[in-house]
C-alpha cells in the first residue's frame, strides 16, 4: 500500500522509534515498523509499543547502537533504550526444518512441539509467515512509507475476525501463549476469533503449563492491567484459560454467581474504569482479590487445626498460597508483600476502639485495605463473625473525622509527663554519686 492509500503519518510514530529507523535505514539495512503498533495506527489507536524488525543482525544492531542490550533466549532481540521507552528490534525470522546440524544449533523443540530455541534468521516474507496473526502481519517501511500486507490483515481489521497464518494447533503448540494473545486481541480491538483460531483452544490449553512463570506474569499484566480485565476474564475462562493461569481458583469458578467469581468480576471491572479514568493501578490489589478466597481456607485451616492467632495464621496462610500461585505465574515480592499488607488491614480495621483504631488509619496501605473492605461489602463477602456493613460505614466516617477514632485518648505526637519510678525518682534522673 503506497503512501497515499494508507493513513499512517509519521506525525503518530514515537521520535525515538523514528531515530533507530532513520539509523537502521542510513546504516543500510532494511528497517520497518512490525505488528500490532501498524495494525493500531491503521484501526486510529495511538500505540503503546513500537517494535522495529530489519535484516540486521542483532549484534550488528548493538554495533550502531550505544543505548543497546541484548535479551532473551529462545529468539534474541535487541532493546533500544531511551529513558523508560524501549523500542524492540528484531532481526527478520527464517524457515527451519532441524535437517542439519548446524540448524539445530540455533532452533529447537520440545517434545510438545514448543519452540524452546529459534534464532534462525530470513527474509521479511519468511518473517511474515512466521507471524501469528493476520492482523500483525503488516510492515511500514521506512524507506519510501509504504505498508506490505502479507497476509491480508487489513481485510480482517475491516471484517473484525482475529484469524492465524498458518495451522492454528501446530502454531499454539509452538508457542501456546498465542491463545492469551488471541483471546488480548479480540477483546482489544472488540474482535472475534475465527473458527479455525478458537476451536482447539480448550483442549491445548493446558500447554500453558510449560510456559515460565515470569513469561506468563507479562501476559498477567497486559491481560488485566490495560482497561479489559472483566472481558478478558470472562473470556478466558470461556476457554479453559484462566484456570491454567490460576489453578489454585478451580474450584471457587464452578458457579457464575458464586461469592468468588462476584468478586472477581466486580475488581476488574473496578480496574478497567480506574484505567479509563487515567488514575493509578497497581497489580498488587488484583492478586490480594484473586488469591484472597485460597488464604481464607487456608488460614482457617491454620486456626481450626493448628491453634493459631488470626494474625500468625493469616501470615503463614499467605506464605503458603504465593508458593503455590507461583508454580503457574511469578509473582514478584514487591507485589506479593503489598497485597499481604492488604489482608492484613482486614484484620486491623477490624479494631474500632482507642489507640489501635488510630493506628490503622495511619497506616500507608489503609486506603488499598479500606478499598477491599468496601469491595467485600460489595460482593458480601464478610469475614467469620463480622459486622462488614457496620466496618464499612465506621472507616467511611472515619476518614472525614479522624479525631473520632482516637474514642478520647491523647491525639498520637503529644508528649506525656516522664514515668515515674517506685520511690518517686524520675527514670531519667540520675541517682545521687555515692561519697
Known amino acids: 500500500m503506497p503512501r497515499d492509500q494508507h493513513p499512517i503519518s509519521r506525525k503518530d510514530i514515537s521520535p525515538n522509534a523514528l531515530k533507530v529507523l532513520y539509523r537502521l535505514h542510513n546504516a543500510g539495512f532494511?528497517?520497518?515498523?512490525?505488528?500490532?503498533?501498524?495494525?493500531?495506527?491503521?484501526?486510529?489507536?495511538?500505540?503503546?509499543?513500537?517494535?522495529?524488525t530489519t535484516n540486521a543482525t542483532p549484534e550488528q544492531v548493538k554495533r550502531l547502537f550505544r543505548n543497546c542490550r541484548l535479551v532473551g533466549r529462545r529468539f534474541r532481540?535487541?532493546?533500544?533504550?531511551?529513558?523508560?521507552?524501549?523500542?524492540?528490534?528484531?532481526?527478520?525470522?527464517?524457515?527451519?526444518?532441524?535437517?542439519?546440524?548446524?540448524?539445530?544449533?540455533?532452533?529447537?523443540?520440545?517434545?510438545?512441539?514448543?519452540?524452546?530455541?529459534?534464532n534462525v534468521y530470513g527474509t521479511i516474507e519468511e518473517d511474515a509467515e512466521r507471524r501469528d496473526f493476520t492482523v500483525n502481519a503488516l510492515y511500514y517501511n521506512i524507506a519510501d512509507f509504504s505498508i506490505y500486507d502479507f497476509a491480508n490483515g487489513r481485510n480482517d481489521i475491516e471484517a473484525g475476525v482475529i484469524r492465524m497464518i498458518g495451522?492454528?494447533?501446530?502454531?499454539?503448540?509452538?508457542?501456546?501463549?498465542?491463545?492469551?494473545?488471541?483471546?488480548?486481541?479480540?477483546?482489544?480491538?472488540?474482535?472475534?476469533?475465527?473458527?479455525?483460531?478458537s476451536s482447539p483452544i480448550p483442549a491445548l490449553a493446558g500447554l500453558l503449563k510449560n510456559i515460565p512463570p515470569a513469561r506468563l506474569f507479562d501476559e498477567f499484566l497486559k491481560l488485566f492491567m490495560a482497561g479489559k480485565a472483566q472481558p478478558n476474564f470472562d473470556m478466558l475462562c470461556e476457554y479453559?484459560?484462566?484456570?491454567?493461569?490460576?489453578?489454585?481458583?478451580?474450584?471457587?469458578?464452578?458457579?457464575?454467581?458464586?461469592?468468588p467469581v462476584n468478586m472477581l468480576r466486580k475488581a476488574f471491572a473496578d480496574t478497567d474504569q480506574r484505567v479509563q479514568n487515567e488514575q493509578r493501578v497497581t497489580p498488587a490489589y488484583l492478586i490480594a482479590v484473586l488469591l484472597w478466597w485460597p488464604l481464607q481456607a487456608r488460614r482457617e485451616q491454620l486456626e481450626n487445626e493448628g491453634g493459631l492467632p488470626p494474625m500468625d495464621a493469616l501470615n503463614v496462610g499467605s506464605a503458603d498460597v504465593f508458593h503455590r500461585q507461583?508454580?503457574?505465574?511469578?509473582?514478584?515480592?514487591?507485589?506479593?508483600?503489598?497485597?499481604?499488607?492488604?489482608?492484613?488491614?482486614?484484620?486491623?480495621?477490624?479494631?474500632?476502639?482507642?489507640?489501635?483504631?488510630?493506628?490503622?488509619?495511619?497506616?500507608?496501605?489503609?486506603?488499598?485495605?479500606?478499598?477491599?473492605?468496601?469491595?467485600?461489602?460489595?460482593?458480601?463477602?464478610?469475614?467469620?463473625?463480622?459486622?462488614?456493613?457496620?466496618?464499612?460505614?465506621?472507616?467511611?466516617?472515619?476518614q472525614n473525622n479522624p479525631a473520632a477514632v482516637t474514642n478520647g485518648k491523647a491525639p498520637a505526637g503529644k508528649k506525656r509527663s516522664p514515668r515515674r519510678r517506685r520511690g518517686g525518682r524520675s527514670r531519667n534522673k540520675r541517682p545521687p554519686a555515692n561519697d
Open 326 to 398: 507461583s508454580q503457574t505465574i511469578a509473582i514478584p515480592k514487591r507485589f506479593s508483600l503489598t497485597a499481604r499488607d492488604i489482608w492484613q488491614m482486614q484484620l486491623r480495621l477490624q479494631n474500632t476502639r482507642g489507640t489501635r483504631a488510630q493506628k490503622a488509619l495511619e497506616q500507608k496501605k489503609f486506603r488499598a485495605g479500606y478499598d477491599f473492605l468496601m469491595l467485600r461489602k460489595a460482593c458480601h463477602a464478610p469475614l467469620p463473625g463480622e459486622d462488614i456493613e457496620a466496618l464499612a460505614e465506621f472507616w467511611t466516617k472515619a
Open 30 to 52: 532494511d528497517a520497518y515498523l512490525v505488528g500490532g503498533c501498524v495494525r493500531d495506527l491503521l484501526l486510529g489507536i495511538q500505540p503503546k509499543d513500537f517494535d522495529v
Open 240 to 259: 479453559q484459560l484462566f484456570q491454567q493461569l490460576f489453578p489454585i481458583l478451580k474450584s471457587y469458578l464452578d458457579a457464575a454467581d458464586a461469592p
Open 167 to 197: 495451522d492454528p494447533e501446530t502454531r499454539y503448540r509452538e508457542d501456546p501463549v498465542r491463545m492469551l494473545r488471541a483471546v488480548r486481541f479480540a477483546t482489544k480491538l472488540n474482535m472475534a476469533l475465527s473458527k479455525e483460531v
Open 77 to 118: 532481540l535487541a532493546h533500544i533504550l531511551f529513558g523508560r521507552e524501549i523500542i524492540e528490534v528484531a532481526t527478520f525470522r527464517g524457515h527451519h526444518n532441524g535437517d542439519d546440524d548446524e540448524q539445530e544449533k540455533i532452533a529447537k523443540q520440545d517434545e510438545h512441539g514448543q519452540l524452546v530455541r529459534d
